[in-house]
Protein backbone atom coordinates (compact mmCIF):
# COMPACT_ATOMS: atom_id res chain seq x y z
CA UNK A 1 0.00 0.00 0.00
CA UNK A 2 2.80 2.46 1.13
CA UNK A 3 4.39 1.57 -2.35
CA UNK A 4 1.00 2.27 -4.14
CA UNK A 5 1.36 5.84 -2.49
CA UNK A 6 4.70 6.52 -3.34
CA UNK A 7 4.64 5.47 -6.80
CA UNK A 8 1.27 8.46 -7.05
CA UNK A 9 3.17 10.82 -5.15
CA UNK A 10 6.34 10.47 -7.55
CA UNK A 11 4.52 10.77 -10.64
CA UNK A 12 1.42 13.46 -9.13
CA UNK A 13 2.14 15.98 -12.22
CA UNK A 14 1.77 13.68 -15.23
CA UNK A 15 -1.31 11.97 -13.44
CA UNK A 16 -2.47 15.38 -13.02
CA UNK A 17 -1.58 16.01 -17.31
CA UNK A 18 -3.01 12.43 -18.19
CA UNK A 19 -6.66 13.20 -16.07
CA UNK A 20 -6.94 16.93 -17.35
CA UNK A 21 -5.92 15.81 -21.09
CA UNK A 22 -8.36 12.71 -21.19
CA UNK A 23 -11.36 15.57 -19.22
CA UNK A 24 -10.58 18.06 -22.18
CA UNK A 25 -10.32 15.08 -24.95
CA UNK A 26 -14.10 14.16 -23.28
CA UNK A 27 -15.63 17.65 -23.41
CA UNK A 28 -14.25 18.32 -26.58
CA UNK A 29 -15.97 15.11 -28.52
CA UNK A 30 -19.03 15.53 -26.34
CA UNK A 31 -19.33 19.43 -27.43
CA UNK A 32 -18.70 19.05 -31.22
CA UNK A 33 -20.68 17.20 -33.62
CA UNK A 34 -17.86 16.62 -35.87
CA UNK A 35 -15.32 15.09 -33.36
CA UNK A 36 -17.89 13.03 -31.90
CA UNK A 37 -18.92 11.52 -35.40
CA UNK A 38 -14.75 11.09 -36.05
CA UNK A 39 -14.64 9.41 -32.81
CA UNK A 40 -17.09 7.08 -33.15
CA UNK A 41 -16.03 5.85 -36.95
CA UNK A 42 -12.61 5.43 -34.84
CA UNK A 43 -14.10 3.08 -31.93
CA UNK A 44 -15.80 1.15 -34.78
CA UNK A 45 -12.35 0.79 -36.83
CA UNK A 46 -10.17 -0.53 -33.61
CA UNK A 47 -13.22 -2.15 -32.20
CA UNK A 48 -14.09 -3.95 -35.81
CA UNK A 49 -10.09 -5.44 -35.95
CA UNK A 50 -10.08 -6.93 -32.21
CA UNK A 51 -13.50 -8.63 -33.01
CA UNK A 52 -12.04 -9.55 -36.70
CA UNK A 53 -9.31 -11.32 -35.09
CA UNK A 54 -11.43 -12.93 -32.03
CA UNK A 55 -13.61 -14.16 -34.51
CA UNK A 56 -11.21 -16.14 -36.40
CA UNK A 57 -10.50 -17.94 -33.25
CA UNK A 58 -13.91 -18.85 -32.72
CA UNK A 59 -15.03 -19.88 -36.07
CA UNK A 60 -11.98 -22.39 -36.66
CA UNK A 61 -13.76 -23.77 -33.96
CA UNK A 62 -17.09 -23.45 -35.31
CA UNK A 63 -15.98 -24.45 -39.03
CA UNK A 64 -18.18 -27.78 -39.18
CA UNK A 65 -21.51 -25.81 -37.72
CA UNK A 66 -20.96 -22.85 -40.42
CA UNK A 67 -20.48 -25.11 -43.01
CA UNK A 68 -23.82 -26.79 -42.34
CA UNK A 69 -25.35 -23.96 -42.63
CA UNK A 70 -23.80 -22.47 -45.97
CA UNK A 71 -25.16 -26.73 -47.18
CA UNK A 72 -28.15 -25.93 -46.46
CA UNK A 73 -28.92 -22.32 -47.70
CA UNK A 74 -27.17 -23.14 -50.69
CA UNK A 75 -30.05 -26.52 -50.98
CA UNK A 76 -32.39 -23.92 -50.62
CA UNK A 77 -31.07 -21.29 -53.30
CA UNK A 78 -30.33 -24.55 -56.05
CA UNK A 79 -34.11 -25.41 -55.38
CA UNK A 80 -34.88 -21.85 -56.28
CA UNK A 81 -33.16 -22.59 -59.90
CA UNK A 82 -34.67 -25.61 -59.89
CA UNK A 83 -38.23 -24.73 -59.38
CA UNK A 84 -37.95 -21.06 -60.43
CA UNK A 85 -41.70 -21.79 -62.52
CA UNK A 86 -43.47 -22.52 -59.06
CA UNK A 87 -44.49 -20.24 -56.05
CA UNK A 88 -42.51 -21.22 -53.28
CA UNK A 89 -44.70 -19.79 -50.56
CA UNK A 90 -43.54 -22.14 -47.28
CA UNK A 91 -39.56 -21.49 -47.78
CA UNK A 92 -38.08 -17.57 -47.74
CA UNK A 93 -36.04 -17.30 -50.78
CA UNK A 94 -33.88 -14.28 -51.66
CA UNK A 95 -33.87 -14.23 -55.45
CA UNK A 96 -37.80 -14.47 -55.60
CA UNK A 97 -38.51 -12.04 -52.51
CA UNK A 98 -36.08 -8.89 -53.77
CA UNK A 99 -36.58 -8.84 -57.30
CA UNK A 100 -34.09 -6.44 -59.14
CA UNK A 101 -34.78 -3.25 -56.74
CA UNK A 102 -32.30 -4.37 -54.44
CA UNK A 103 -28.87 -5.30 -54.39
CA UNK A 104 -27.28 -7.79 -51.70
CA UNK A 105 -24.16 -7.74 -49.74
CA UNK A 106 -22.56 -10.65 -47.91
CA UNK A 107 -21.03 -10.16 -44.65
CA UNK A 108 -19.57 -12.03 -41.76
CA UNK A 109 -20.69 -10.92 -38.04
CA UNK A 110 -17.55 -10.55 -35.96
CA UNK A 111 -19.48 -9.27 -32.42
CA UNK A 112 -23.31 -10.15 -31.44
CA UNK A 113 -24.72 -9.08 -28.21
CA UNK A 114 -28.49 -10.33 -27.27
CA UNK A 115 -28.55 -10.26 -23.20
CA UNK A 116 -27.93 -6.32 -23.19
CA UNK A 117 -31.04 -3.72 -22.94
CA UNK A 118 -29.72 -2.50 -26.30
CA UNK A 119 -28.18 -5.15 -28.59
CA UNK A 120 -25.43 -4.57 -31.85
CA UNK A 121 -24.00 -6.59 -33.92
CA UNK A 122 -20.31 -5.83 -35.32
CA UNK A 123 -20.46 -6.97 -39.59
CA UNK A 124 -17.21 -7.00 -41.50
CA UNK A 125 -18.59 -4.33 -44.68
CA UNK A 126 -18.31 -0.75 -44.42
CA UNK A 127 -17.76 2.66 -46.33
CA UNK A 128 -15.17 1.04 -48.72
CA UNK A 129 -18.25 -1.85 -49.77
CA UNK A 130 -20.22 1.20 -50.10
CA UNK A 131 -22.05 0.09 -47.14
CA UNK A 132 -23.80 3.38 -45.09
CA UNK A 133 -26.50 4.06 -42.70
CA UNK A 134 -30.15 2.79 -42.99
CA UNK A 135 -29.47 -0.51 -44.71
CA UNK A 136 -31.20 -3.02 -43.67
CA UNK A 137 -29.31 -6.69 -42.73
CA UNK A 138 -30.75 -9.98 -42.91
CA UNK A 139 -30.74 -13.98 -43.03
CA UNK A 140 -31.97 -16.56 -45.59
CA UNK A 141 -34.61 -17.29 -42.54
CA UNK A 142 -35.46 -13.30 -41.89
CA UNK A 143 -34.36 -9.98 -40.22
CA UNK A 144 -31.66 -9.23 -38.30
CA UNK A 145 -31.55 -5.56 -37.95
CA UNK A 146 -30.59 -2.08 -39.21
CA UNK A 147 -26.82 -0.64 -40.19
CA UNK A 148 -26.81 2.43 -37.70
CA UNK A 149 -22.85 3.66 -38.15
CA UNK A 150 -20.01 2.73 -40.16
CA UNK A 151 -16.30 2.83 -40.34
CA UNK A 152 -13.97 2.21 -43.60
CA UNK A 153 -13.90 -1.62 -43.17
CA UNK A 154 -16.76 -2.42 -40.57
CA UNK A 155 -20.31 -1.21 -39.75
CA UNK A 156 -22.31 -1.73 -36.75
CA UNK A 157 -25.71 -3.23 -37.03
CA UNK A 158 -28.93 -2.23 -34.29
CA UNK A 159 -30.29 -5.37 -33.86
CA UNK A 160 -34.36 -5.99 -33.50
CA UNK A 161 -33.27 -7.19 -29.92
CA UNK A 162 -32.65 -2.91 -29.29
CA UNK A 163 -35.68 -1.36 -27.20
CA UNK A 164 -34.58 2.03 -29.63
CA UNK A 165 -35.44 -0.56 -33.15
CA UNK A 166 -38.55 0.24 -34.53
CA UNK A 167 -39.57 -1.61 -38.20
CA UNK A 168 -42.50 -1.74 -40.09
CA UNK A 169 -44.25 -5.58 -40.01
CA UNK A 170 -47.28 -6.91 -41.01
CA UNK A 171 -49.59 -10.16 -40.14
CA UNK A 172 -49.56 -12.09 -43.48
CA UNK A 173 -52.79 -13.49 -43.56
CA UNK A 174 -54.76 -10.09 -42.68
CA UNK A 175 -51.85 -7.90 -44.10
CA UNK A 176 -52.30 -5.45 -41.24
CA UNK A 177 -49.19 -3.95 -40.69
CA UNK A 178 -47.92 -2.31 -37.11
CA UNK A 179 -44.54 -1.72 -35.43
CA UNK A 180 -42.07 -4.51 -34.22
CA UNK A 181 -40.11 -3.35 -30.55
CA UNK A 182 -38.65 -5.60 -27.87
CA UNK A 183 -39.74 -5.71 -24.68
CA UNK A 184 -35.90 -6.38 -23.42
CA UNK A 185 -37.07 -9.68 -22.23
CA UNK A 186 -36.03 -12.70 -23.79
CA UNK A 187 -33.82 -12.88 -27.23
CA UNK A 188 -36.13 -15.48 -28.71
CA UNK A 189 -39.48 -13.54 -28.76
CA UNK A 190 -40.04 -9.80 -30.29
CA UNK A 191 -43.69 -7.69 -29.98
CA UNK A 192 -45.31 -6.34 -32.47
CA UNK A 193 -47.50 -2.96 -31.98
CA UNK A 194 -50.28 -1.14 -32.86
CA UNK A 195 -52.38 -3.72 -34.79
CA UNK A 196 -56.16 -2.09 -34.67
CA UNK A 197 -58.07 -4.41 -32.52
CA UNK A 198 -60.37 -4.97 -35.58
CA UNK A 199 -57.70 -7.14 -37.00
CA UNK A 200 -58.06 -10.99 -36.46
CA UNK A 201 -55.25 -12.39 -35.02
CA UNK A 202 -54.42 -16.16 -34.86
CA UNK A 203 -51.31 -18.12 -33.00
CA UNK A 204 -49.29 -19.53 -36.11
CA UNK A 205 -49.52 -16.96 -38.49
CA UNK A 206 -46.69 -15.48 -39.66
CA UNK A 207 -45.27 -12.23 -39.59
CA UNK A 208 -43.53 -10.23 -42.69
CA UNK A 209 -42.15 -6.67 -43.28
CA UNK A 210 -44.61 -4.58 -44.63
CA UNK A 211 -42.42 -3.13 -46.96
CA UNK A 212 -43.83 0.43 -46.15
CA UNK A 213 -40.02 1.72 -46.03
CA UNK A 214 -36.98 2.41 -48.19
CA UNK A 215 -35.59 -0.57 -46.03
CA UNK A 216 -36.63 -3.71 -46.30
CA UNK A 217 -38.86 -5.14 -49.06
CA UNK A 218 -42.05 -6.12 -48.01
CA UNK A 219 -42.32 -10.20 -47.61
CA UNK A 220 -39.07 -10.50 -45.09
CA UNK A 221 -39.80 -13.29 -42.90
CA UNK A 222 -40.01 -12.06 -38.86
CA UNK A 223 -41.36 -14.79 -36.99
CA UNK A 224 -44.42 -16.12 -36.21
CA UNK A 225 -47.21 -15.67 -33.78
CA UNK A 226 -47.34 -16.81 -29.89
CA UNK A 227 -49.74 -15.30 -28.21
CA UNK A 228 -51.32 -12.13 -28.27
CA UNK A 229 -53.72 -9.52 -25.99
CA UNK A 230 -55.71 -6.58 -26.97
CA UNK A 231 -55.07 -3.53 -25.11
CA UNK A 232 -58.74 -2.55 -24.40
CA UNK A 233 -57.93 0.89 -23.24
CA UNK A 234 -56.14 1.81 -26.94
CA UNK A 235 -58.10 -0.96 -28.66
CA UNK A 236 -54.99 -2.25 -29.78
CA UNK A 237 -53.21 -5.67 -29.73
CA UNK A 238 -49.52 -6.72 -28.22
CA UNK A 239 -48.89 -9.60 -30.27
CA UNK A 240 -45.82 -11.52 -29.40
CA UNK A 241 -43.64 -13.33 -32.34
CA UNK A 242 -41.12 -16.01 -32.44
CA UNK A 243 -38.07 -15.25 -34.68
CA UNK A 244 -37.31 -17.28 -36.91
CA UNK A 245 -33.99 -16.34 -36.59
CA UNK A 246 -31.59 -17.57 -33.57
CA UNK A 247 -30.43 -14.55 -32.48
CA UNK A 248 -27.62 -15.77 -29.89
CA UNK A 249 -26.52 -17.69 -33.04
CA UNK A 250 -25.76 -15.36 -36.57
CA UNK A 251 -22.67 -15.79 -39.00
CA UNK A 252 -23.41 -14.46 -41.69
CA UNK A 253 -26.05 -12.07 -43.20
CA UNK A 254 -27.10 -10.30 -45.98
CA UNK A 255 -26.97 -6.36 -46.20
CA UNK A 256 -29.99 -4.86 -48.43
CA UNK A 257 -29.78 -1.61 -50.37
CA UNK A 258 -32.50 -0.29 -52.26
CA UNK A 259 -31.49 1.01 -55.39
CA UNK A 260 -34.60 3.04 -56.18
CA UNK A 261 -34.47 4.65 -52.24
CA UNK A 262 -33.05 8.04 -52.72
CA UNK A 263 -35.74 8.40 -55.48
CA UNK A 264 -38.58 7.38 -53.44
CA UNK A 265 -37.54 9.89 -50.68
CA UNK A 266 -37.15 12.64 -53.18
CA UNK A 267 -40.88 11.90 -54.40
CA UNK A 268 -41.86 11.80 -50.91
CA UNK A 269 -40.37 14.85 -49.64
CA UNK A 270 -38.94 17.02 -52.44
CA UNK A 271 -37.20 19.13 -49.78
CA UNK A 272 -34.72 16.58 -49.16
Not at 154 to 171: D, E, G, K
Not at 229 to 252: A, P, Q, R, S, W
Amino acid sequence: MQQIINFLVRNKSFLLFLLLFSLSLFFTIQSHTYHKSKFINSANFLTGGIYESVNGIGQYFNLKEENQKLLEENNRLKSVLFNEKNELKADFTLDSTLGNQYELTAAQVYKNSYSATNNYLTINKGKRDSIHEDLGVITSKGIIGIVDNTSSKYARVMSVLNTNSRINAQLKKTDHFGTLRWNGVSPKIIQLTDIQGLAKVTVGDTVTTSGNSTIFPKGIPVGEVVSFKLVETEDVYTINILLFNDMTNIGHVYIIENKDAKEIKTLNDPNE
